[in-house]
Nanobody
Framework: QVQLVESGGGLVQAGGSLRLSCAAS????????MAWFRQAQGKEREFVAA????????NYANSVKGRLTISRDNAYNAVYLQMNSLKLEDTAVYYC?????????????????WGRGTQVTVSS
């Protein structure tokens, strides 16, 4: 099974940018649909974005459309989240998730593998 490790989080001012990366182990990365979720302190984990196994199709939460972009590189076993025009409300721990089927929706129960997360803090 794939193991996931996120990186790239940090402290950024509102309006700034960050790029998160998720490195996956294993030789079958292209068989997994991938997603990013986030969890702010005291809140439920919420969907951010997802991408199909081939990378041809994506899915976004309304709150991040036009600002965050998910992509993947199957040759490097990695998925990325480019975050632009960051807002205070984007502050959260961001988690990478994998699903061995074709599902790339917004339900966190649809993903069976999770990373440990990376903290993103947006300051004013």
């Amino acid at each position: 099974q794939v193991q996931l490790v996120e990186s790239g989080g940090g402290l950024v001012q509102a309006g700034g940018s960050l790029r998160l990366s998720c490195a996956a182990s294993g030789r079958t990365f292209s068989n997994y649909a991938m997603a990013w979720f986030r969890q702010a302190q005291g809140k439920e984990r919420e969907f951010v974005a997802a991408i199909s196994r081939s990378g041809d199709n994506t899915n976004y939460a309304n709150s991040v459309k036009g600002r965050l972009t998910i992509s993947r590189d199957n040759a490097y076993n990695a998925v990325y989240l480019q975050m632009n025009s960051l807002k205070l409300e984007d502050t959260a721990v961001y988690y990478c998730a994998a699903n061995s089927g074709t599902y790339f929706g917004s339900d966190k129960n649809g993903y069976e593998r999770w990373g440990r997360g990376t903290q993103v803090t947006v300051s004013s």
